[in-house]
């Protein structure tokens, strides 16, 4: 199984400022890597996949990178309705696996 | 618009048995791929099972191998999950999700809003 660690547990910013989220598979998922947001009590949303595809849609402040077993997702200038718990999951092999997610929240 | 609704979800004992179901709606069902996807109280997300359009082959975590069975009626555009011996640690919200991408590469695209399945005595 392809463990996935994002890093860091919960990360504390300032809206207007940039958020950096880290992803690593514990072995190579090629470039089949989508990372997901998640609100309070709402359904997990697409965001990216292709580990640098932005999903219909979204705003061009996300962008995500990488590839084999390090990704970043990152939010050029966080917005209020940013605040969310994000999560990346492979695609390259099964079982499928999510880390275990990032808490960005205000500072 | 893509719809997916879940149902069939509540209280059950450890041991029993629930079918849980997702209609959908909005899309050409039966070219799709679809999984099951659930999310424990307060935890991360957990990919549960997929199933082709064909409905073969069929993948499943293995926490819930030989309890859970995926499968799907393309003429009534529906996506069940049949789950039992149920466990405590069984207990989340389910999501039925389409796939995108190519095969055997898919992502989850769209999301339900989950039904709650509760392990309990």
């Known amino acids: 199984e392809i463990v996935m660690t994002q890093s860091p547990a919960t990360l504390s910013v300032s809206p207007g400022e940039r958020a950096t989220l880290s992803c690593r598979a514990s072995?190579?998922?090629?470039?089949?890597l989508a990372w997901y947001q998640q609100k309070p009590g709402q359904v997990p949303r697409l965001l990216i996949y292709?580990?640098?595809t932005r999903a219909t849609g979204l705003p061009a402040r996300f962008s995500g990178s990488g590839s084999g077993t390090e990704f970043t997702l990152t939010i050029s200038s966080l917005q209020s309705e940013d605040f969310a718990v994000y999560y990346c999951q492979q695609y390259n092999d099964w079982p499928r696996t999510f880390g275990q997610g990032t808490k960005v929240e205000s500072k | 618009e893509v719809q997916l609704v879940e149902s069939g979800g509540g209280l059950v004992k450890p041991g029993g048995s629930l079918r849980l179901s997702c209609a959908a709606s909005?899309?050409?069902?039966?070219?799709?791929?679809m999984n099951w996807v659930r999310q424990a109280p307060g935890k991360g997300l957990e990919w549960v099972s997929s199933?082709?359009?064909?409905?073969?082959?069929?993948y499943y975590a293995d926490s819930v191998r030989g309890r859970f069975t995926i499968s799907r009626d393309n003429a009534k555009n529906s996506l069940y999950l049949q789950m039992n011996s149920l466990r405590a640690e069984d207990t989340a919200v389910y999501y039925c999700?389409?796939?995108?991408?190519?095969?055997?590469?898919?992502?989850?695209?769209?999301w339900g809003q989950g039904t709650l399945v509760t392990v309990s005595s």
């Open positions: 292709g580990a640098s």
């Open positions: 199933i082709t359009s064909t409905s073969s082959p069929i």
């Open positions: 999700a389409t796939s995108a991408g190519s095969y055997p590469n898919y992502y989850f695209d769209k």
């Open positions: 072995q190579s998922v090629s470039s089949n």
């Open positions: 909005g899309f050409t069902f039966s070219t799709y791929s």
